[in-house]
């Protein structure tokens, strides 16, 4: 199947989705929109109230600055592919739960393997955990690194700078380094090279360790 074939039948399913509890409180599902063929992928946490109305990804608040932050990258919303872990809105946009997540795991894998972007931008810090154990997000938004040969991202959801003005600053300029990277992976996996799985050198975070970024619910 193509990659636009694949994602269509995705979407298609989380529409009539009964995997997990969210299904019951849900208006529309959230599959993701975007450019089948692109190098990038943007992959947040889930949908919230606009979201669940529309059906589309990233069409409040937080999605306005997300359009601000990828045009001083270079990009565009429909240059790229926008997706959440989860397809539906958790209620009052608490996080996923473990049984949720799982729930929508075989959807974005199968979105992941069609599009096959160079480099994955995960936006939050439940995004961030899908792909990256033990990380902290305060610690290493903005850093690259590798997980199953493609190259990821962790960065501040968009809505954390709502939250937090203070953090506004911070979020541009990570993606201002998004072109930069975005070679790097290209040239990268272009030559083959080896690179190494995230698990390795980490920051753990030490329990009762305290980052109140990480703790707000940034859908």
């Known amino acids: 199947?193509?990659?636009e074939e694949v994602l269509q039948e995705v979407a298609d399913q989380t529409r009539v989705c009964t995997r997990c509890k969210l299904h019951h409180s849900r208006k529309n599902a959230v599959p993701g929109v975007g450019n089948p063929y692109t190098k990038v992928m943007f992959i947040g946490e889930g949908p919230g109230f606009h979201e669940n109305e529309q059906g589309l990804p990233f069409v409040g608040a937080a999605g306005k600055f997300l359009d601000e932050l990828l045009g001083d990258a270079g990009l565009a919303r429909e240059?790229?592919?926008i997706t959440n872990?989860?397809?539906c809105r958790p209620p009052g946009n608490r996080d996923p739960e473990a049984e949720e997540l799982n729930a929508c795991k075989p959807y974005l894998e199968?979105?992941?393997?069609a599009v096959n972007p160079d480099v994955i931008v995960t936006l939050g810090r439940?995004?961030?955990?899908?792909?990256i154990d033990n990380g902290k997000i305060s610690a290493i938004h903005g850093r690259d690194f590798w997980a199953h040969g493609r190259m990821?991202?962790?960065?501040y959801h968009p809505a954390a700078a709502l939250h937090q003005p203070a953090l506004r600053g911070v979020v541009k300029e990570d993606f201002s380094k998004l072109p930069a990277l975005i070679g790097k992976a290209q040239k990268a996996r272009h030559n083959s090279v080896e690179v190494q799985e995230v698990q390795h050198d980490l920051p753990v975070q030490e329990p009762g360790d305290d980052d109140s970024a990480e703790q707000l619910s940034l859908f």
Request: aromatic share 14%.
């Open 1 to 3: 199947m193509k990659p």
């Open 79 to 81: 240059g790229v592919f």
């Open 85 to 87: 872990v989860v397809k």
């Open 110 to 113: 199968r979105q992941i393997a």
């Open 126 to 131: 439940v995004s961030m955990g899908y792909f």
């Open 152 to 155: 990821v991202v962790p960065m």
